[in-house]
């Protein structure tokens, strides 16, 4: 059974960092597309990061250049690592595991794992 579990979220100012983790288990990590996405008060999930087997990397436009999404295979993670944090990123940021090794799609469709969550808040 996959298990996705997250941590890192909390409570930032503006312009500081947040690193997320997120540990799986329970199936080939490292054959799989893993992804971040975040949903804030009143709004639809959206997709945030991805990164595949080969460590590739895709990015929303609204987070290029200060997130930075990577994975360890050795120890089933991958993280997030958030800097230059706006109001605008506060949001419950999901961990998922896309549904096929090896797949392709970035939306959230996609994805047929998903963490609990964790939040992050940033303070103005």
């Given at each position: 059974q ?21 540990v ?14 975040r949903?804030?008060?009143e709004?639809?999930?959206?997709f ?37 944090l ?17 797949g392709?799609?970035?939306?959230s469709a996609?994805?047929g794992?998903w963490?609990?969550?964790t939040q992050?808040?940033v303070?103005?």
């Amino acid at each position: 059974q996959v298990q996705l579990v997250e941590s890192g979220g909390g409570l930032v100012q503006a312009g500081g960092s947040l690193r997320l983790s997120c540990v799986a288990s329970g199936y080939t990590f490292s054959n799989y597309v893993m992804g971040w996405f975040r949903q804030a008060p009143e709004k639809e999930r959206e997709f945030v990061a991805t990164i595949n087997w080969a460590g590739n990397t895709y990015y929303a436009d609204s987070v290029k250049g200060r997130f930075t999404i990577s994975r360890d295979n050795a120890k089933n993670t991958v993280y997030l690592q958030m800097n230059s944090l706006k109001p605008e990123d506060t949001a419950v940021y999901y961990c998922a595991a896309h549904k096929f090794p090896y797949g392709a799609g970035y939306s959230s469709a996609s994805f047929g794992s998903w963490g609990q969550g964790t939040q992050g808040t940033v303070s103005s």
